[in-house]
């Protein structure tokens, strides 16, 4: 996980509730989880002989990689949501980027901005580069997975429908929610069994399993890195079932007030509450 304590940002692991620095106490100095993840330092044992800095109620929860220096998503990747947006199927994925610095961390408040008049959810699977990864074949894409978070891909759907361009729904500051923790991929039996839930007010909202993706994670992997030279810690968030609120009839789309929970087998519930823009 990546977390802010006493005013310090750093990054660590969650044992039982309690929360070890890794960036100031870990045996391998790593300053984030990113660099961890380049420099594979990711095992258990580097909390051995550390004493925890915090409950984890204590500290504020950071995007689980903050800084990452690409953020690649895909749009329409479940055939449920293709079918509610009523988009024609196409053969190669849509792909969009998000900057890192519209992220959030789980518990963070999430604003909907005073321009936007349609702000929905999209709960989503975060796969996280772990190795350098260019034009990597479908059957090698595991060996550059270090893991996986939960996103929520929170977007200003009036801005993302405003163009055939998607970015500008898409990157609203703090509105890329990321977490809580980031789990590694060997601590995940098999991805593609895991399920996705997403609750607004603890009202189900969306429910898929990974394996409903349209395009898988290993053809995704394939796909991205013909174009673009992947690296560690990169992120790409794999599209959103069906069940947003846009097409939800009558809509329903997210208000100062709302909880939004996103679930996903193994790697925890990602959880935000939605506010007006101060």
């Known amino acids: 996980m990546s977390f802010e304590v006493e005013g310090r940002q750093s990054w660590g692991a969650v044992v039982d509730g309690q929360v070890y620095d890794l960036g100031v106490n870990g045996a391998d100095v790593a300053a984030s989880l990113r660099d961890a993840i380049a420099a594979g330092l990711l095992r258990d044992s580097l909390v051995d002989g550390l004493e925890p ?15 990452p220096a690409k953020i690649i998503c895909v749009g329409v990747n479940y055939r449920s949501h293709l079918e509610e947006t009523g988009k024609a199927e196409v053969g190669a994925p849509t792909l969009f980027t998000r900057f890192a610095d519209s992220q959030t ?7 909907i901005p005073a321009v936007g008049t349609q702000f929905d959810y999209e709960g989503e699977l975060a796969v996280v580069i772990g190795a350098p990864a260019f034009k990597v074949p479908a059957a090698e894409a595991q060996s550059v997975i270090a893991g996986y978070s939960i996103y929520n891909d929170f977007t200003v759907r009036d801005w993302q429908r405003a163009t055939t361009q998607w970015i500008p729904g898409k990157n609203f500051p703090r509105t890329g929610a990321m977490g809580p923790y980031f789990v590694p991929a060997a601590d995940i039996e098999d991805i593609q069994e895991c399920t996705l839930e997403t609750r607004v007010n603890g009202e189900q909202r969306q429910k898929a399993t990974i394996a409903d993706m349209r395009c898988p994670i290993d053809r995704l992997i394939e796909h991205i890195s013909t174009f673009t030279p992947l690296a560690p810690g990169d992120i790409i968030v794999t599209g959103t079932p069906g069940g947003v609120g ?23 519930v990602l959880r935000n509450e939605i506010v007006a823009e101060q």
Do not use: C, Q, R, W
């Not at 961390?105 to 604003?111: I, S």
């Open 246 to 268: 846009l097409f939800m009839d009558p809509p329903a789309l997210l208000n100062p007030g709302d909880v939004v929970e996103v679930e996903i087998t193994g790697l925890g």
């Open 53 to 67: 800095v915090a409950e984890e109620s204590e500290v504020s929860f950071l995007p689980a990689v903050p800084n």
């Open 105 to 111: 961390g789980h518990l963070v408040p999430v604003e």
